[in-house]
């Protein structure tokens, strides 16, 4: 697996590198992908030939991070928007949601939010890619429980978990990798 050197102005999750092993193993026929707090859109262009799609869009609430990602990425829709209010119309469904390093901190009341608006643009058996940073804030390190109640109460399954810890040279990652579905 390859990773990538951190820099001052980013966190990267490496989550493009987790999907893809996950799909080795969990063949997927994603068509439209939404990457919730993209960044500086590490992953997009990834993400975009895993699923051979033009339907790839990033968004975050950041315009800094959006016009960095912009010289990045290509082919991919950048909206400045935030995941409790999504920008779309209610008739576009994604059946891949990636989240990689954005939920770390939110509380069970946020999660709730946003994963009832979330909710709205999937259909059944779409796919949410998160990873969670074990960074010292991370309230879901202390206890997973309200993220699971949030996800099941939505009417996601956690189908796949796996903790993750790489720190080398070009990387520090360090946390949880989840695949939740859609039923
Ligand atoms: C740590 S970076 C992760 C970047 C990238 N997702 C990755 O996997 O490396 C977190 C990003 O999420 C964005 N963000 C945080 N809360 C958000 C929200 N509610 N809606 C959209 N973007 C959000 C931040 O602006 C930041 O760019």
Redesign the pocket.
Known sequence: MRWRRITWD??????DELIEEFLMDNPYDHHACL??????G??LDKIRELINSDQVYG????RK?LVKAKDKSSNVTLIC????CLPFNDKIKFDII?????LDSSDEEYLKE?LHEVSSYTSLKSRFYM?F?WHEACSLKQNSAPFRNALANSGWEVIHQESYDKANEYLFAHGLFCVAEKN
């Open positions: 980013t966190n990267f999750s490496g989550i990457d919730i707090g993209c960044g500086l590490y992953s968004i975050d609430t950041s991070a928007a935030s995941a409790e990636v989240a990689g390093h954005v946003m990873t940073d």
